[in-house]
């Protein structure tokens, strides 16, 4: 699949003495964008080829991951679940109602509980009483999704930099196993806290030229400040690309800052990894009351 690459200019990158690129997988043209339609491919093609008819997997009430799987199971005819984390409410946010329109059903359950999905007794629970689905982790974040998040980058992308936001580490973890040895892989965490994260993408990875930065969630996932939004803004007005609030830009922000601290060694080629997830915009902006682009 082709995805396009452009380099973007501005006199911070200038000043710096630095080139940077970003690759646009929100441009993908599918029915589903970013690094979704990568992480779910192989899935859907494995639970296809074993003759499974229903999907479940997990998510929030804004989470692109659930839209994603809910629209690639309507395509292929599969029935699908979503497992969602917290209260039900009576009218449906953007998207849960456009998974709703793809076909998928809900079923919600505490923030308390949900915390224990990974535990063994839920995961046993959940493989009893949908032993019929096939099961995606949340985010998609799998061996099968590895696969597939291998494909984002290859030997063209040679940049001395690959920067990604980081969710549940599938997306980072495929660049990391396709990155040559030259490259330095930065990942920049949407999530405070996830103490676990990096004992897991040293589990999926097969090489150790990569490292978390951990100070760019503005205090957690889908926290935000005026600082961020103001960043967001500029940065379309500037480069005409629209960033999601959640993943991209806090990355973006976190280069940028890098690059103020003199983190970046001069001559340095970066290239940015644009997730998509534009679709979180909609809900963000109904909630708060924002105007950001998404697409």
Not at 122 to 127: A, K, V
Not at 129 to 152: F, R, S, V
Not at 197 to 207: F, G, P, R, V, W
Not at 285 to 291: F, G, K, P
């Amino acid at each position: 699949m082709k995805i396009e690459t452009q380099e973007i200019f501005n006199s911070l990158y200038r000043d710096a003495d630095i080139r940077v690129f970003i690759k646009r997988l929100d441009l993908i043209k599918s029915d589903i964008s970013g690094n979704k339609y990568f992480k779910l491919k192989y899935n859907i093609l494995e639970a296809i080829s074993k003759g499974y008819k229903k999907v479940l997997t997990f998510g929030g009430a804004f989470s692109n991951h659930i839209l994603a799987t809910a629209v690639i199971s309507n395509k292929y005819k599969l029935s699908s679940i979503g497992i969602i984390r917290g209260d039900e409410h009576s009218i449906l946010n953007t998207t849960l109602q456009i998974a709703s329109d793809n076909g998928m059903k809900f079923k919600y359950i505490s923030r308390e509980e949900y915390k224990s999905k990974d535990s063994q007794d839920f995961i046993d629970n959940i493989n009893i009483k949908y032993q019929d689905y096939y099961i995606i982790p949340e985010g998609g974040t799998n061996d099968l999704a590895i696969k597939g998040t291998e494909e984002i980058i290859d030997v063209n992308d040679a940049h001395d930099y690959v920067c990604c936001a980081v969710g549940t580490g599938g997306t980072i973890s495929g660049i990391i196993n396709s990155s040559q040895n030259h490259q330095m892989i930065l990942g920049f965490p949407a999530i405070k806290g996830n103490n676990s994260l990096t004992e897991k993408i040293t589990l999926m990875t097969n090489k150790n030229n990569w490292k978390l930065i951990d100070k760019y969630h503005f205090g957690g996932y889908a926290r935000f400040n005026n600082e961020l939004i103001d960043f967001i803004n500029s940065f379309y007005i500037n480069h005409n690309i629209p960033l999601d609030l959640i993943y991209t830009s806090k990355m973006i922000f976190g280069l940028h800052d890098l690059i103020n601290l003199r983190k970046i060694p001069k001559g340095s080629n970066i290239l940015l990894i644009h997730t998509g997830g534009l679709q979180g915009n909609i809900g963000m902006n109904s909630i708060h009351n924002l105007n950001l682009h998404v697409k």
